[in-house]
């Protein structure tokens, strides 16, 4: 599978880097895509965009249960989340940001307790405070399982703008890091919230190790990918 991403890309921080990225849905459609690090200034748009993109998804549905809400909480969830990992440098989106792979370098990817604080505070409302221990439960829950011993990458967050899907912008977005976890020699890890997307994650090497089942919720699929 050597070769399955062509493509040249510089690991500075500024000027935002552009890609032309081929991915395994871009060799069977025959033309590449352009992906970019995310700034700052992505952060509202990345926002809304992962929030459109889970929500219909089942681990979000189980951490806010009234549809209602779920569209505002996601949209923090996810700005509070990008904001903690465009420190490493390392979210890539397309142009249009209607795309976007959130990655943790090797020994980043254990959020701290500010961090833990920043996104609690995205659960804070009257009608899901009682909900709050079991959605730690279960975020502590696949903390224990995440691996500790080989160096890897985390692929903390990857959600495409349901307008976009299709296209093979998840593949793209995926190519830079993973490029470098095999020309590194290091492993990449994710938790899959939806069966469906296992065959997705494993066509670009990834294989399942287990399940994770949340707390009265739904079971998640923690990955593995070893380097190519």
Not at 27 to 32: E, L, Q, Y
Not at 146 to 153: G, I
Not at 160 to 165: F, G, M
Not at 186 to 200: H, P, Q
Request: aromatic share 8%; glycine share 8%.
């Amino acid at each position: 599978m050597e070769g399955l991403y062509s493509w040249s890309y510089s690991r500075a921080r500024e000027p935002p880097t552009l890609v032309r990225s081929r991915s395994l849905d871009d060799d069977m459609r025959g033309k590449p895509h352009t992906v970019l690090r995310a700034t700052g200034s992505d952060v509202p748009t990345l926002a809304g965009v992962l929030a459109r993109a889970f929500m219909d998804d089942p681990v979000a549905s189980w951490s806010c249960r009234p549809d209602g809400l779920r569209a505002g909480v996601l949209e923090r969830f996810n700005g509070a989340r990008v904001r903690q990992l465009l420190a490493h440098d390392e979210v890539w989106s397309t142009p249009d940001l209607s795309c976007a792979a959130l990655w943790a370098p090797p020994g980043r990817w254990k959020t701290t307790a500010r961090e833990d604080m920043e996104l609690a505070r995205c659960l804070l409302h009257p009608r899901l405070i009682p909900r709050l221990p079991l959605v730690v439960g279960g975020l502590v829950g696949m903390e224990r399982r995440h691996p500790r011993e080989e160096p890897h990458w985390y692929l903390a967050v990857l959600g495409t703008d349901p307008s976009a899907q299709g296209q093979g912008l998840g593949s793209a977005v995926l190519a830079p890091v993973l490029e470098r976890c095999d020309e590194d020699g290091v492993g990449a890890y994710l938790e899959s919230s939806k069966e469906r997307n296992i065959d997705f994650y494993a066509r670009h090497g990834f294989r399942v190790t287990g399940e994770i089942r949340l707390p009265r919720g739904p079971t998640m699929w923690p990955m593995w990918r070893d380097p190519r």
